[in-house]
């Protein structure tokens, strides 16, 4: 699924920085509203996968991300 979410992000061309960094919160509470179980490991991962690749995510992004979520039923 990391692997298909960094596919994705390349593919949007989304610039994600340091700011998306404090929005991992937000993406964890969107993850578990939406009935999603999430684990600390799997957010610790996003945020190195996001570092390295050097994205910077918005608001938009984390909306997009939780269609994909739901699309693919993560």
């Known amino acids: 699924m990391m692997e298909d ?12 920085g340091v700011a998306m960094m404090g929005k991992m919160d937000d993406l964890a509470m969107i ?3 939406k009935e999603y179980q999430v684990g600390v490991a799997m957010m ?3 945020v190195m ?4 690749k050097e994205y910077q995510v918005g608001v938009a992004m ?9 699309k693919k039923e993560y």
């Open 5 to 16: 979410l960094v596919r994705i992000l390349q593919r949007k061309e989304y610039q994600v």
């Open 62 to 70: 984390m909306k997009d991300l939780v269609m994909i979520l739901q």
């Open 31 to 33: 993850l578990q509203r």
């Open 44 to 46: 610790e991962d996003l």
């Open 49 to 52: 996968i996001l570092q390295r």
